[in-house]
């Protein structure tokens, strides 16, 4: 008996060490996905380097106050499944809600971004944002609007003045 308790509490302290350590954690209700959606949604987040787990609610609770997130009590009822991201904030929001559009058996719940409880709004917010490297490439494409407008501009000039001259 005293081994099933203690199986328990590594699983709770388990949980809470993710639930603390990742940078994303979404909560997702899987039920009505068969066997192949389910490989394939595993196989889309290790890609993506998102951990996704299956515990008991209860233990997921327990971990939850005992990490400081009491708000997502109130989503975890029913069938949860849980996906930690230590790396990238956007990658699991990004993945379940790509998934969720082609499966809507897939129900994204709520979960924790960078320390704080997040609602669904804001996890499909986080979803939307373009890529790190689409970031960037548009961070480029503005700082070299004004390099590209000044060329532009001394072209015409030099245009102008090569008219007038000729």
Request: aromatic letters at 6%; a negative charge.
């Amino acid at each position: 008996m005293s081994n099933v308790l203690e199986h328990k509490k590594q699983t709770v302290a388990e949980i809470a060490g993710k639930l603390k350590d990742s940078k994303s954690t979404i909560l997702v209700d899987y039920r009505g996905l068969d066997v192949a959606e389910v490989t394939e949604l595993r196989s889309k987040l290790r890609e993506a380097n998102v951990e996704f787990k299956v515990y008991k609610n209860t233990l997921t609770r327990r971990a939850a106050q005992e990490a400081g997130f009491e708000g997502l009590n109130e989503v975890l009822v029913g069938p949860t499944a849980v996906a930690f991201s230590a790396e990238d904030v956007v990658a699991p929001a990004k993945v379940l809600n790509n998934f969720a559009k082609d499966h809507e058996d897939l129900e994204i719940k709520g979960g924790v971004i960078e320390g704080n409880v997040a609602t669904l709004d804001q996890i499909k917010e986080l979803a939307d944002l373009p890529s790190y490297e689409g970031l960037l490439s548009m961070l480029l494409s503005v700082l070299q609007a004004p390099v590209r407008n000044f060329a532009y501009a001394t072209k015409a000039i030099a245009d102008q003045k090569e008219e007038a001259g000729a």
